[in-house]
């Protein structure tokens, strides 16, 4: 029996055929992948070797492919086109101008002055001055104390360097003997007694700990805003804005819960009277609780995407 040579060729023509058309359906499959990648650079051009270079499957080149070498593994590496990155940098870039990003910091300062007038508050121990009659011991000298959130202090000043006119010891400001100690409320849980009086732990320590956490939501919102100008992103002055506004309502409550502490002190004994007035520290917190609320505010209004002038004043056109 004889070999047919015409069935051997018409076998492997036929074996070919079916070869290159597996081949071209693995080629066409890789493509499609490849491009769902890389598709575009940042200026919206197909990525590939310049003059027509990329992929090339049989000698035929498969446009919007990576750039063979080099080129495509930078695109790849630096994310600038994969995976739809420079639609969102492009987005990104669009949402934040030059003039929004100046808009961004001048609020960021306000809420910085509104950070630094809460440290020095919190500090501080000049939040409340008690103050008994200047010739309640002796005709010499006279004691007056002052306290904060952390800490109170006694202060013997001399008679003749206060105001004849007025009738308490003080202020705290002239010279004299001081003698400070930290509260004991956070260690051993004492209560601090001052002119036979007992100041009320509880409350105190509830204004401390609401003074601390804002010090913590301050401390979020300055991140969200470094993110913000840093990554160009406008999402993170929303959370800013409701961090900046959520501490400053808190040192406000924080300052209506000590003054509420001051009360319960000066109820706790009347052996000795004590006339009390809020000091400096409390203006500098009271002042930053308005301060970090009209912070937060104005990072809202940045974080729309309108301006709400325009919504509020829209321009008249005249009718010609």
């Known amino acids: 029996m004889g070999i047919d040579p015409l069935g051997i060729a018409r076998t492997k023509t036929r074996f070919s055929s079916v070869t290159d058309e597996r081949l071209w ?3 066409w499959c890789f493509w499609r992948m490849w491009s769902t990648f890389f598709v575009t650079d940042e200026e919206g051009r197909p990525v590939g070797a310049p003059g027509g270079g990329g992929v090339q499957v049989g000698g035929v080149p498969l446009t919007g492919g990576p750039a063979p070498g080099p080129v495509g593994l930078n695109s790849l590496m630096s994310g600038r086109s ?14 934040m101008s030059e003039a929004q990003e100046g808009k961004i910091k001048l609020a960021f300062f306000v809420a910085i002055v509104g950070v630094v007038l809460t440290v020095l508050g919190v500090g501080t121990e000049f939040w409340a001055e008690l103050s008994p009659p200047k010739h309640f011991y002796n005709n010499q000298t006279c004691l007056t104390a002052h306290l904060g959130l952390w800490k109170g202090c006694t202060k013997t000043l001399w008679v003749a360097d206060i105001d004849p006119e007025r009738e308490t010891c003080g202020p705290a400001e002239l010279p004299g003997v001081t003698n400070c100690t930290y509260f004991k409320f956070f260690t051993t849980g004492e209560s601090a007694v001052m002119f036979h009086k007992t100041t009320h732990k509880n409350l105190t320590m509830a204004a401390s700990m609401l003074a601390m956490f804002s010090l913590f939501l301050m401390m979020m919102g300055a ?7 840093s990554k160009e992103i406008l999402f993170f002055l929303k959370p800013a ?3 900046f506004i959520l501490s400053g309502v808190l040192v406000l409550v924080s300052l209506l819960v000590f003054h509420q ?13 004590l006339h009390h007035e809020l000091s400096w520290s409390v203006s500098c917190i009271g002042c930053a609780g308005g301060v970090l609320i009209v912070g ?3 990072f809202i209004l940045l974080a729309l995407p309108y301006s709400p002038w325009t919504r509020c004043l829209p321009k008249k056109t005249s009718s010609t």
């Open 25 to 27: 359906t693995e080629a």
């Open 82 to 95: 994969t995976f739809g990155g420079g639609k969102r940098r492009r987005a990104g870039a669009q949402a």
């Open 223 to 229: 991140i969200c805003i470094t993110m913000a100008l």
């Open 241 to 243: 804005s409701v961090c």
């Open 261 to 273: 502490a001051v009360l319960a002190f000066l109820s706790s004994d009347h052996m000795v009277p």
């Open 296 to 298: 937060g505010v104005l």
